[in-house]
Structures are given as C-alpha cells and as structure tokens.
C-alpha cells in the first residue's frame, strides 16, 4: 500500500490516517544554497505547502534527463505511487510538440520536461489520476490531448494584460461556465494572478473550455469524462489560494479509497 500512515502517540488510543500522496513537478534551474551553486530541481514552496495544507503529502518530481529509455521512462510507476498530480508553471512549451515552426517570442523551452510531464499526464490520464495544472501545465494537458497554443497572446489580443513583464504577476477577472467543476471551485467570476504570453488556441480532444477572461481568453478547461482533470492558466500557488488544491486532494482522496477498495476486493 502506497498511502502515508500517521499514529497516535504511546499515551493516545491508536489510531490512522490515510494522507494521499500528490506528485508535483519541479522547474529546472541552476540555483544556490549555502556555498553551493548547481543545476537543480527546484519549485516555489508555495505549491508543497499548499498541497500538505489540503491535507495531501508532497513528492516532488524532477524531469529525469539520464533515464535510460528516456525522460518519460517510469511514468507508470511513478503514477501508480501516487493519489494525485499538479502540472506546474514554467517556460514555454516546445511548439514543436503541437506541429508548428518555434516564433521569435518563444522563451524557456525545455524538451526533457516537456517529455517527462507529458507522460506522467499520460499515464495519469490512464488511470483516471486526479490533475490540477498550473500555467504552463494547463498547455501541456492541451498539447497532450493534441492542441495548440497561441505562441504569442499580446499578437492575438492586442494588449499584454495576462502577462505585463516577464515574471510579473497581475490581476485578471475570469468567468467561469456554470455547472463545471472550475466554477464549483472559484465559484461565477473571480480575480486571479495571471504572468502568461499564451494561451490555448485549439483545444485538445475531450477538453472543454470553462472560464475565460474579458477578452475572450481561455483561462481554465476541464476533461469532463474524467473524474478530476482541472487546468487553471493563472497562478493560484501565487496567491496563496487554497481552493483549486483543496479540490484536487479531495479528488486524490476519493481515488485512494477507491484503488485501495479494488486491491482488498
């Protein structure tokens, strides 16, 4: 049994306490620690704590360039460890992936992570994992589905509200479709943090548009046949809003309970 177990201490009457287990992909990076400078696995604490604050425990996933057979090699077991998954903000996904010619404005592009979350996604997908996707992990649910993405949103939309400077974060109001998940969550319209220069264009199969910006931007989108696959294109880890990690611990937990139900069947 994969599951985390907590005991009473020795003067408390025993008891336990099943925590799911939610993987979250790391950014790559060179960083510094101490006297150390190296390149790194590495992600804002923001997305850890707020996992552990829903009640799920963290793992931490990097991209594995040295794996043999592949950065993507091992999603399978990695996922069938887990309870649930959080796709992670980051750099520009490769356009490649979606078939088209990279543009001048795409930035950060790192195929190792592409492969590597692209088939953890996968084999979530699969298994009907719980996903919540951030930014950049709402574009790779797309592309993994086989859509595309405006490489260069200020082009389409004319003004660069959704992203004022690079790694700056700024306030954008969204609407959400009554009815799906994203609006049970953030409920009719809410204020988010958003630092993005794309957005989805063709949405991948299945998928289904559930809140937007002003302009017509999409800003979430849903799997409705699966049980929990949420993609958000703003920055709630930012903010420091619990809600959309709430929901997917929830969701983990159900999936748990479930996958441990057919074990002992």
């Known amino acids: ?29 060179n960083a510094a620690w101490g006297a150390w400078e190296r390149p790194a696995a590495v992600l804002p604490e923001s997305y850890y704590e707020l996992v552990a604050a829903a009640g799920g425990r963290p793992v931490l996933l990097p991209p594995p360039r040295s794996a043999a057979g592949g950065p993507g090699s091992g999603a399978a077991a990695v996922i069938a460890a887990v309870d649930g998954l959080v796709l992670t903000g980051g750099g520009d996904v490769d356009p490649a ?3 088209e010619t990279r543009e001048p404005e795409v930035a950060g592009v790192n195929a190792i992570r592409d492969d590597s979350e692209r088939a953890l996604l996968s084999a979530a997908l699969e298994v009907g994992l719980p996903v919540l996707a951030v930014c950049r992990g709402c574009q790779i649910l797309n592309v993994e589905l086989g859509g595309t993405l405006h490489q260069h949103l200020p082009d389409v939309v ?33 204020t988010v943090l958003c630092s993005h220069h794309q ?23 849903e799997l409705p046949d699966a049980p929990f696959v949420l993609g958000v294109q703003w920055h709630p880890e930012e903010g420091g809003d619990q809600r959309p990690f709430d929901a997917l611990v929830a969701a983990a937990r159900a999936h748990q309970a479930q996958r441990l139900a057919m074990e002992r069947a």
């Open 97 to 99: 992936a979606y078939g």
């Open 1 to 29: 049994m994969r599951a985390v177990t907590d005991r009473a201490g020795p003067h408390q009457k025993e008891a336990s306490v099943t925590i799911p287990l939610i993987g979250i992909s790391t950014y790559v990076a």
């Open 158 to 190: 004319g003004n660069e509200r959704h992203r004022r400077a690079p790694s700056v974060f700024g306030d954008v109001e969204v609407t959400t479709v009554p009815g799906t998940v994203v609006a049970s969550v953030f409920g009719s319209t809410t």
């Open 199 to 221: 957005s989805i264009n063709v949405l991948g199969t299945g998928l289904v548009a559930t809140a937007h910006a002003e302009d017509g931007v999409i800003e979430a989108v």
